[in-house]
T-cell receptor, first 113, second 112 residues
Framework: DQQVKQNSPSLSVQEGRISILNCDYT??????FLWYKKYPAEGPTFLISISSIKDKNEDGRFTVFLNKSAKHLSLHIVPSQPGDSAVYFC????????????WGAGTKLIIKP | EAGVAQSPRYKIIEKRQSVAFWCNPISGHATLYWYQQILGQGPKLLIQ????????DSQLPKDRFSAERLKGVDSTLKIQPAKLEDSAVYLC??????????FGPGTRLLVL
């Protein structure tokens, strides 16, 4: 039973354009969501998070949008840069589970020069 | 601020051998996690410590895996005996008690 789904295994985007990575979840109790970025042979790096009381959070080129009614969140990267090429993981958590992270399978983002 | 440290970075062993991984969390972080990540999947939580107490080890295969966090700082994860299916990346993460976890570089284990 996958509670967090990233349905696109990979995504290719032209440098300078917008990258949009999507994530769906099934558990309505989730109240905190995170995006991590992972380069090969490195651990995941925290990117940005959002609480369920918000519908948008922005940090530089990265914006996360949360649609609670659709149980959907997305990460927008504008403009996309070659260094953004990595695997992006969506994770969700809730207070009842001590904020243990439930992870998606990841989306590999490739930025084309 | 130093990040989460892990060693070794890579380990190759034969099945039925034992192996140990070490983690030093970010200074002051009370919560420490061990994850197993298989290629193409998100990390799977093995065990969570709060200081030196275990919060959750429900997904730790206790017949072969063990972990400890003496003095509430460093932690070791041991596998004995290793199986082929244990080949994975073992990640350590820590948090200050907030909702955000910070990860180390991981230990890539190959069991032959």
């Amino acid at each position: 039973d996958q509670q967090v789904k990233q349905n696109s295994p990979s995504l290719s985007v032209q440098e300078g354009r917008i990258s949009i990575l999507n994530c769906d979840y099934t558990n309505s109790m989730f109240d905190y969501f995170l995006w991590y970025k992972k380069y090969p042979a490195e651990g995941p790096t925290f990117l940005i998070s959002i609480s369920s009381i918000k519908d948008k959070n922005e940090d530089g080129r990265f914006t996360v949008f949360l649609n609670k009614s659709a149980k959907h969140l997305s990460l927008h990267i504008v403009p996309s840069q070659p260094g953004d090429s990595a695997v992006y993981f969506c994770a969700a958590s809730d207070a009842d589970s001590n904020y243990q992270l439930i992870w998606g399978a990841g989306t590999k983002l490739i930025i084309k020069p | 601020e130093a990040g989460v440290a892990q060693s070794p970075r890579y380990k190759i062993i034969e099945k039925r051998q034992s192996v140990a991984f070490w983690c030093n969390p970010i200074s002051g972080h009370a919560t420490l996690y061990w994850y197993q990540q298989i290629l193409g999947q998100g990390p799977k939580l093995l065990i969570q410590f709060q200081n030196n107490g275990v919060v959750d080890d429900s997904q730790l295969p206790k017949d072969r895996f063990s972990a400890e966090r003496l003095k509430g700082v460093d932690s070791t994860l041991k596998i004995q005996p290793a199986k082929l299916e244990d080949s994975a990346v073992y990640l350590c993460a820590s948090s200050l008690g907030s909702k955000t976890q910070y990860f180390g570089p991981g230990t890539r284990l190959l069991v032959l």
